[in-house]
């Protein structure tokens, strides 16, 4: 490209989503290259391909600060790399050391005759309950997300990190392994997949270490509409559908269910079609924890038991439910107007713990990303996520300015964060 040259592109819409915008757009305007005119997401007009397609335009030529730049058609001072108007804030987040080691992927189980039903589960443990020491619940996002308790509907096996030896020795449950999972294993190309066959392909033994001690923990389904976490008990195994948070406090629950965490998984994860790919890289371990309240606490512990009682009186998943919450047809209905209240004060508690009582959140139906959802308005959305990402920059400022191991600093650790 000349150095006043000009640019037209046409691309999918993950151009502007996690790792692809940072080899892609990042780079080119950290080059220089400056975004004049962009379309984030749209449907592809032709029904041959069912795609959401973005568009960018832009310069390498100086633009001056007055020139006309529009986002989806509306005139803005200036265009992100995420293909919508610019806040104070520029450049993307990064990953915030305080956060790691919290939130995990689930187990990559990688072979179908591993998964059986319960029943057949409960015959194998009534045949020879030493089978029990390798028969587990199995939740997936889709259990997660659609049934009324978030319960596992089918079980696993897992030999954890058992020679083959010892594994042999649950007669059941190893021949399945053997005669279901070992060809398909035989065909795959990574050594230790197809080497060590009757074990999963993923086990998650950081996973495992981080939640050993804890009864509960909260996790979400990893691609989905409503990014709503949901308390569950450790006693079993996570697929690789579900991403994990290591800890069971309520005030935690009460920020990852906040509109705030929501609103920063939607604009920096990827998506597919209009859900939620999370991703805890790119959303979790960036985003900023405020510090921990009782009024978090509190309000977290009303959203956990409220809308636990409501789904399995009305035998409804979380999906169900917050299509409910997130419809703004439904105007009559106790339930969902209890679920918004307590969403509002989750809201306020969160940008309070922040000591953002300044922002008017102005709750309503509110369209973000083509899903209109019960949130916060435009408005308040751009104030928030300007904070947030100032926030992950000024903490990314201090860490890099700590001093090495036996040098004193005047800059105090974390107190009283959710995680800690």
Same mark, same amino acid.
């Given at each position: 490209?000349q150095?006043?040259?000009t640019?037209?592109?046409i691309?999918t819409n993950t151009?502007a989503?996690?790792d692809t *915008?940072? /080899?892609g757009? =990042?780079?080119? &305007?950290?080059?220089?290259? @400056?975004?004049t005119r !962009?379309?984030?997401s749209?449907?592809?007009?032709?029904?041959?391909?069912?795609l959401?397609?973005?568009?960018?335009?832009?310069?390498?030529?100086?633009v001056?600060?007055?020139? *006309?730049? /529009?986002a989806? =058609?509306?005139? &803005?001072?200036?265009?992100s @790399?995420l293909?919508? !108007?610019?806040g104070?804030a520029?450049g993307?987040p990064?990953r915030?050391a305080?956060?790691?080691g919290?939130?995990?992927?689930?187990c990559?189980?990688l072979g179908?005759g591993f998964v059986?039903?319960?029943?057949?589960?409960?015959e194998?443990i009534?045949a020879d309950?030493r089978n !029990?020491?390798?028969?587990?619940?199995y939740l997936n996002?889709e259990d997660?997300?659609?049934?009324?308790?978030s319960s596992?509907s089918?079980?696993?096996?897992d030999?954890?990190?058992?020679e083959?030896?010892?594994a042999?020795?649950y007669?059941?449950?190893?021949s399945?392994?053997?005669?279901?999972?070992?060809?398909e294993r035989?065909?795959v190309?990574?050594?230790y997949?197809?080497?060590?066959?009757w074990?999963?392909?993923?086990w998650?033994p950081?996973?495992?270490?981080?939640?050993?001690?804890l009864?509960?923990?909260l996790?979400?389904?990893?691609?989905?509409k409503t990014?709503?976490?949901?308390r569950i008990?450790?006693?079993?195994?996570?697929?690789?559908?579900?991403v994990?948070?290591?800890?069971?406090d309520y005030?935690?629950?009460?920020?990852l269910s906040s509109s705030?965490?929501?609103?920063?998984?939607?604009?920096?994860?990827s998506?597919l079609?209009?859900?939620?790919?999370y991703?805890?890289?790119?959303?979790?371990?960036?985003?900023p924890?405020?510090?921990?309240?009782?009024r978090l606490?509190?309000?977290g512990w009303t959203?956990?038991?409220?809308?636990r009682?409501i789904m399995?009186r009305?035998d409804l998943g979380?999906?169900?439910?917050y299509?409910m919450?997130?419809?703004?047809?439904?105007?009559?209905d106790?339930?969902?107007?209890r679920?918004?209240?307590?969403h509002?004060e989750v809201?306020?508690?969160?940008?309070?713990?922040?000591g953002?009582t300044?922002?008017?959140l102005?709750?309503g139906?509110?369209?973000?990303?083509?899903v209109?959802?019960?949130?916060l308005?435009?408005?308040?959305?751009?104030q928030?996520?300007?904070?947030?990402l100032?926030?992950?920059?000024a903490?990314?400022?201090?860490?890099?300015?700590l001093?090495t191991?036996?040098?004193?600093?005047?800059v105090?650790?974390a107190e009283?964060?959710?995680?800690d």
């Amino acid at each position: 490209m000349q150095a006043k040259g000009t640019v037209g592109l046409i691309a999918t819409n993950t151009v502007a989503q996690g790792d692809t *915008r940072e /080899v892609g757009l =990042d780079a080119m &305007v950290a080059s220089g290259f @400056t975004i004049t005119r !962009a379309i984030q997401s749209r449907s592809w007009p032709a029904a041959s391909a069912n795609l959401e397609y973005a568009a960018v335009w832009g310069t390498l030529s100086e633009v001056a600060a007055g020139s *006309r730049r /529009v986002a989806d =058609d509306t005139p &803005v001072k200036a265009i992100s @790399t995420l293909l919508e !108007a610019q806040g104070r804030a520029e450049g993307t987040p990064n990953r915030l050391a305080e956060n790691s080691g919290i939130a995990f992927q689930g187990c990559i189980v990688l072979g179908l005759g591993f998964v059986l039903e319960p029943d057949e589960a409960q015959e194998w443990i009534a045949a020879d309950p030493r089978n !029990a020491d390798v028969l587990f619940p199995y939740l997936n996002g889709e259990d997660l997300n659609s049934r009324a308790d978030s319960s596992a509907s089918r079980w696993v096996i897992d030999f954890g990190t058992r020679e083959r030896e010892e594994a042999a020795t649950y007669e059941l449950p190893f021949s399945r392994v053997l005669n279901q999972v070992k060809p398909e294993r035989d065909k795959v190309k990574i050594a230790y997949r197809r080497d060590f066959w009757w074990r999963f392909a993923a086990w998650a033994p950081s996973l495992r270490s981080a939640i050993a001690d804890l009864p509960e923990v909260l996790a979400l389904a990893r691609v989905s509409k409503t990014v709503m976490p949901m308390r569950i008990a450790t006693d079993q195994v996570v697929s690789d559908s579900c991403v994990v948070f290591a800890t069971d406090d309520y005030g935690d629950q009460a920020v990852l269910s906040s509109s705030l965490h929501q609103l920063w998984a939607i604009t920096y994860a990827s998506t597919l079609e209009t859900r939620v790919r999370y991703t805890p890289s790119d959303v979790f371990e960036t985003f900023p924890r405020p510090p921990a309240s009782d009024r978090l606490a509190d309000i977290g512990w009303t959203l956990d038991q409220e809308r636990r009682e409501i789904m399995q009186r009305r035998d409804l998943g979380l999906t169900k439910l917050y299509n409910m919450v997130n419809d703004p047809t439904v105007t009559s209905d106790m339930d969902i107007a209890r679920m918004r209240d307590i969403h509002v004060e989750v809201d306020q508690a969160t940008a309070g713990a922040f000591g953002w009582t300044d922002i008017s959140l102005d709750h309503g139906f509110h369209v973000y990303r083509q899903v209109e959802r019960w949130s916060l308005s435009a408005q308040a959305r751009t104030q928030v996520l300007d904070r947030l990402l100032l926030e992950n920059h000024a903490r990314t400022s201090v860490a890099r300015k700590l001093p090495t191991r036996g040098q004193s600093t005047s800059v105090q650790a974390a107190e009283g964060t959710l995680f800690d």
